[in-house]
C-alpha cells in the first residue's frame, strides 16, 4: 500500500531524505550526502569492516553534516547568505589557521559598510570555528537520540569535526580515539567535495595531503588506492536507488508510531533554524489532523494530514535564515527565495517511496483556492487534505510572532482566517472546522441569508444587481477582479442561477438587496 497510512517506511528513506534537507542548508548539491554514504560502505568493505561497523559508516556518512544545518544560525550571524558561506567553507582546510582567517577576511561581512564588517571579522574570530562546531555536536547529537540511531552512530556524528591530529573540535580528540565511523565521514566527505571541483585527481590530491593531519592515514591510503574505480562505479546507476540498495544490514522498517515519532523529530530539527518558527509545525500538525477528523475524513487521511504537517517546512532549510529573520520587507530576491520552499519540501522527500506522498501535499500548503499561491495550483487541485494544511499553517503562523510582528491572539488570528474566505482564499468549509479546532465558537448563522450565502457574498451580490463590472466591484471592496470573479461563480452556484438578471430576481425575492458600501 504506497502512500497510504499502512504503507512500510525504512528507516534509511527518512535519513537518506533527511540527507537532502541538509545538502540544502550546507549549499552542497542534492544527494550530495547520498554519494557520500556509497563512498563510505565501499571504503568501508575496502578496510574489511564487518556488517554492523559498515552500518555504522552508512548512516554516519549520511547524517555526518546534519548539525551543520543548525550551524547556519551562527554564520548568519556572519552573513547574510549562511547557504553560500557554508558551501564556500566546505573547502576550507579548518586545521590551517592561516586559511581559516583568509576565509574570515574574505567572507565575513561581506558587501557590508567596513565598520560593520570589521565587527564581524571580529566576531568571526572571537566565536571561532570552536563555537560553530559545538552547536555541530549538540546538534548531531540530539537528532542521534531522536531517531534513535544507537550509540556508536551518535558518538560518531558529534565527531564530524573532530581531526587525527586533535586539532579539530570540539572536544580535540585525536586518533583511534575519533570512531571509525568518523574517520571515514572525514575522507568521503571532503573527497566527494573535491572531485566535483577538480575530478578523481583533485580528490585524491586534497587526500592525500591531509593524511595524518585531518584523516587517520591508513583510511586515506586505502582510499587513495580505490579512488578512481570507486568513482566511476558512483557514476553508474542512480544515486537514490544505489543508497538505498547499499544498506549493510537488514532493511529496517519503522512501526506507524515510529514513523509519527521520526516526522515530528525531524520537524523539530527543521524549525530550530530560526527562533521564530520553533514548534510551528508541531502546531501545524495537530491542527490540520483535528481538522480533518473534524470534517469527517477517514482516519488514513488525518493521519496523513498531520505527518505532511510536520514536514511541510523542510524546504524552509535551502533558504538563507537571514531571509526569514529579516525584520525590514522582503526583497524581490527574498521573495523569490522564499516563495521556493514548499517546492523544494516536495523535492526533498519525492524520492522516497513511503514519504513521496506527504511531500506531494506538503509542497501545496501555500496555495490559495484563487490560484494566487506560491505555485499558482487552481482550486480545482487542491484536495481537502492540501486545504486543511494550507488553512492550519496560515493560522498558526498569525499567532506566532515573526521577524515583522507579534504574535496575534487567537481571535485576531481567526478574524484574519474569517477575511480570507471572504475574499476567496480559504475554503469555506475547512476554515470553519479549523477555527472549531483551535477552540473559536462556531460562527452564529444568519437565518435571514438563505443559500449559504456568506456576508461578503450578499455585498457582491448587492453590487451584481446594480450593474457594477468586476473590476467597479473590486474597486469598492478593496479586492482583486479575479477574486470578485470567484465570489460572483460562487453567487450563481449557490443560487443556481447563470445570469445577473436570475441573481437580480433572487436578491430581489429574498429581501437581499443593500444599500451600496
Same mark, same amino acid.
Given at each position: ?15 537518506? $531524505? ?57 554564520? *548568519?550571524?556572519?552573513?547574510?547568505? %549562511? ?6 567553507? +566546505? ?10 582567517? *583568509? ?70 580528540? @585525536? ?15 571532503? *573527497? ?18 591531509? +593524511? ?37 544490514? $537488514? ?61 511541510? %517546512? ?6 538563507? !535564515? ?16 522564499? @516563495? ?12 522516497? &517511496? ?31 487534505? +492540501?486545504?486543511?494544511? !494550507?488553512?492550519? %499553517? ?32 480559504? %475554503? ?17 448563522? &444568519? ?34 477582479? @479575479? /477574486? ?14 447563470? /445570469? ?18
Amino acid at each position: 500500500m504506497v502512500g497510504g497510512v499502512g504503507a512500510q517506511v525504512r528507516l534509511a528513506e527518512v535519513v537518506g $531524505s533527511l540527507s537532502l534537507v541538509t545538502d540544502l542548508a550546507t549549499g552542497q548539491p542534492l544527494e550530495h550526502g547520498l554519494r557520500r554514504s556509497l563512498l563510505a560502505v565501499w571504503l568501508g568493505e575496502n578496510l574489511g569492516l564487518e556488517p554492523a561497523d559498515l552500518s555504522d559508516a552508512y548512516y554516519v556518512a549520511l547524517l555526518g553534516s546534519v548539525g551543520c544545518t543548525i550551524e547556519g544560525t551562527e554564520l *548568519a550571524r556572519l552573513a547574510e547568505d %549562511d547557504i553560500a558561506l557554508s558551501e564556500r567553507a +566546505a573547502t576550507v582546510d579548518v586545521t590551517n589557521p592561516v586559511e581559516m582567517a *583568509a576565509f574570515g577576511l574574505r567572507n565575513f561581512g561581506a558587501g557590508e559598510p567596513p565598520l560593520r564588517r570589521i565587527g564581524k571579522v571580529v566576531t568571526g574570530a572571537v566565536s571561532g570555528r570552536s563555537g560553530f562546531m559545538a552547536v555541530c555536536r549538540d546538534v548531531a547529537l540530539r537528532v542521534g537520540d531522536m531517531l534513535e540511531l544507537g550509540e556508536k552512530i551518535r558518538q560518531a556524528l558529534a565527531q564530524c569535526h573532530e581531526r587525527w591530529n586533535g586539532r579539530g573540535g570540539p572536544k580535540r580528540l @585525536k586518533a583511534e580515539g575519533i570512531e571509525l565511523a568518523a574517520r571515514i565521514f572525514h575522507v568521503v566527505h571532503d *573527497a566527494e567535495v573535491f572531485n566535483r571541483i577538480g575530478g578523481v585527481d583533485g580528490a585524491i590530491s586534497i587526500v592525500r595531503r591531509r +593524511a595524518g593531519k585531518q584523516y587517520d592515514p591508513h583510511v586515506a591510503e586505502n582510499f587513495t588506492a580505490i579512488a578512481e574505480p570507486l568513482f566511476r562505479k558512483l557514476e553508474s546507476e542512480p544515486t537514490w536507488d544505489a543508497a538505498m540498495g547499499a544498506e549493510p544490514v $537488514s532493511v529496517r522498517w519503522l512501526l506507524q508510531e515510529e514513523v509519527d515519532a521520526v516526522v515530528e523529530a525531524i520537524a523539530t530539527f527543521v524549525d530550530l533554524r530560526s527562533p521564530f518558527t520553533v514548534g510551528h509545525s508541531a502546531g501545524v500538525a495537530r491542527l490540520a489532523e483535528e481538522t480533518a477528523r473534524g470534517i469527517g475524513l477517514p482516519n488514513g487521511e488525518a493521519v496523513t494530514v498531520r505527518r505532511a504537517g510536520f514536514l511541510h %517546512d523542510l524546504g524552509r532549510s535551502g533558504v538563507p !535564515i537571514a531571509v526569514w529573520n529579516k525584520p525590514s520587507p522582503w526583497t524581490g530576491e527574498d521573495w523569490e527565495r522564499a @516563495k521556493r520552499h514548499p517546492s523544494l519540501t516536495e523535492l526533498v522527500l519525492a524520492r522516497s &517511496s513511503g514519504l513521496g506522498h506527504l511531500g506531494t501535499l506538503a509542497g501545496l500548503h501555500h496555495e490559495r483556492m484563487d490560484g494566487s499561491g506560491y505555485r499558482g495550483v487552481p482550486a480545482s487541485s487542491l484536495p481537502t487534505a +492540501a486545504r486543511i494544511l !494550507i488553512a492550519a %499553517d496560515a493560522y498558526q503562523t498569525k499567532v506566532e510572532s515573526r521577524p515583522h510582528r507579534s504574535a496575534l491572539v487567537p481571535e485576531q488570528a481567526a478574524e484574519v482566517l474569517r477575511r480570507r474566505v471572504c475574499d476567496g482564499l480559504l %475554503d469555506d468549509e475547512v476554515t470553519t472546522a479549523l477555527l472549531l479546532a483551535a477552540g473559536h465558537s462556531p460562527p452564529r448563522t &444568519s437565518p435571514e441569508v438563505p443559500a449559504g450565502l456568506s456576508e461578503r457574498e450578499v455585498e457582491v451580490l448587492g453590487l451584481i444587481v446594480r450593474g457594477l463590472s468586476n473590476r467597479q466591484m473590486a474597486e469598492l471592496l478593496f479586492i482583486s477582479p @479575479k /477574486t470578485v470573479g470567484h465570489h460572483v461563480q460562487h453567487i450563481y452556484d449557490k443560487l443556481d442561477v447563470s /445570469t445577473r438578471v436570475g441573481a437580480t430576481l433572487y436578491a430581489l425575492q429574498h429581501g437581499l438587496m443593500r444599500e451600496s458600501p
